[in-house]
């Protein structure tokens, strides 16, 4: 006869539960209801330019240790916030696969917005409640001040442009 509650499987349990699982998971549904709406990217690069179009692109700790455990040697210097260090010259992210929310929701695409808004706000709302489901710091910040940061305590191997003290 077989057991009606067989004995849990350790790895598969923390494979499941495993935070950067849930995020690549969570990533995946955010790209598919993106997917859906067919936003329109004409590769301007300015989702990416961050001080030249006004805008911060802000991420929480779990998606910066995902973004460095996963991306390729960056393209760029890390300068001040100005510019993201995988944007390559002809605008193109070289992270794709490990950018963060901000990035994978972002569209110029005037048509868009209003969703683009909404699945933001959803999606960051299901970001912070993972990170409360394993007890991780949230620490919502500029990417460039986690990267920063990252760089300082040795975990993230980049140089700094000129104009970095
Ligand atoms: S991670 Fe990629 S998409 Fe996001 S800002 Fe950097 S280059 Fe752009």
Redesign the pocket.
Known sequence: MSDINPPVNPMTTRALSDPQTELRALYDQLDNEVADLGPVCQLSGR??RFQEYGHT?FVSSLEVQF?LSRAPEPERLLDQGQT????DARNR????G???L??RVYFCDPAYQDSGEDLSERFIARLKQLTEKHDLPWNYAA?HRHLHQERDRGVFQIDLAIDCS
């Open positions: 989702c990416c692109l973004l993201c260090p995988w944007q992210c070289t992270a794709r490990a950018r963060p901000g990035c990417l």
